[in-house]
């Protein structure tokens, strides 16, 4: 498979489960994103990994946990959500973070539902 | 602050036309801009960007952008439109403190037969 892969691509899950969304990436790419898509919204960048290392989290509350074991796989560990957490979720990954501005390229989404 | 605008929600077109979605910016320094479209239940895709050199830039499927410094404005272009460009379009800024996207809302171009 190549490019970015997400799974699942929809989740509906009720405010106390406990869910993870999947991100692999086949472009060996280093550095790897976390967006949240609503509807005419900008995207809202959540997290950043550059060579598995945490280096942005824009303020996003604790119900949402990211992890990177590797370059090539991110996970985003949902647990407690709120009804207004409903969105699209994407996944990133460009060559690197920082310098010359490389392009991010995207999974197709996790269309999350809280009920 | 570091800002994009796209001023448009909408752009309706006819097939055929030429086509242009709209997007300002405010950066301190140099601006890197993109263009992203997203079709239907797919992720972003990148199209074109600007760092430096020739202001008409060109991208994939056709479409081209000009960078105008003066009036900090980065405008998504097509000479002729087709039905199968329709979906939402993207412009970003870099920001220049952590090297991250800005981004816009998102414009709908919809071109009609």
């Known amino acids: 498979e190549t490019g970015v892969t997400q799974t699942p691509r929809h989740l509906v899950m009720g405010m106390t489960n406990k869910k993870s969304l999947k991100c692999e990436q086949h472009?060996?790419?280093?550095?790897m994103y976390w967006y949240k898509q609503s509807a005419k919204k900008p995207l809202e960048l959540m997290f950043v990994y550059n060579f598995k290392e945490q280096t942005e989290n824009n303020s996003v509350p604790s119900r949402f946990s990211p992890e990177c074991p590797n370059s090539s796989h991110l996970f985003l560990h949902l647990h407690t959500l709120q009804p207004e957490d409903s969105a699209l979720y994407l996944c990133?990954?460009?060559?690197?973070?920082?310098?010359?501005?490389?392009?991010?390229?995207f999974g197709p989404g996790t269309r999350l539902t809280v009920t | 602050a570091q800002s994009v605008a796209q001023p448009e929600d909408q752009v309706n077109v006819a097939e055929g036309n030429p086509l242009t979605v709209k997007c300002t910016y405010s950066v301190s320094g140099n601006p890197y801009l993109f263009w992203y479209v997203q079709y239907p239940n797919r992720g972003l895709q990148f199209l074109l960007k600007y760092i430096t050199g020739d202001n008409l830039v060109k991208g994939s499927y056709g479409f081209e952008a000009e960078f105008n410094k003066s009036q900090t404005s980065f405008h998504l272009k097509k000479p002729s439109a087709l039905v199968s460009d329709s979906a939402l379009y993207f412009c970003?800024?870099?920001?220049?403190?952590?090297?991250?996207?800005?981004w816009g809302a998102g414009t709908k171009l919809i071109i009609k037969p």
């Open positions: 472009l060996g790419h280093n550095a």
């Open positions: 970003a800024v870099r920001d220049d403190s952590n090297y991250q996207l800005i």
């Open positions: 990133a990954s460009s060559q690197a973070t920082t310098g010359v501005s490389y392009e991010q390229y």
